[in-house]
């Protein structure tokens, strides 16, 4: 397995752990504050994208995907 792990958490957001660089479309980077682990929107209702805000629960976001 690779240093980052990235896991599709059930109707929820991505779960991205490891070393982490995240970039904004300038190639700025976010300030992570040193997390080991951040979560980022895959439903769209974040207010605070990229990053999840817990907002997938109230839109009723599904996704339950299984790997092969
Ligand atoms: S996945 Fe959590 S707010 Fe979008």
Request: hydrophobic share 30%.
């Amino acid at each position: 397995m690779s240093d980052i792990q990235i896991t599709t958490l059930s109707n929820g957001p991505l779960q991205v752990k490891g070393p982490i660089d995240l970039l904004d479309p300038t190639g700025k980077p976010f300030d992570l504050g040193g997390k080991t682990a951040i979560y980022l929107c895959r439903c769209g209702a974040s207010k605070n994208r990229p990053f999840c805000d817990g907002a997938h629960k109230t839109a009723g976001f599904q996704a339950d995907e299984k790997a092969g």
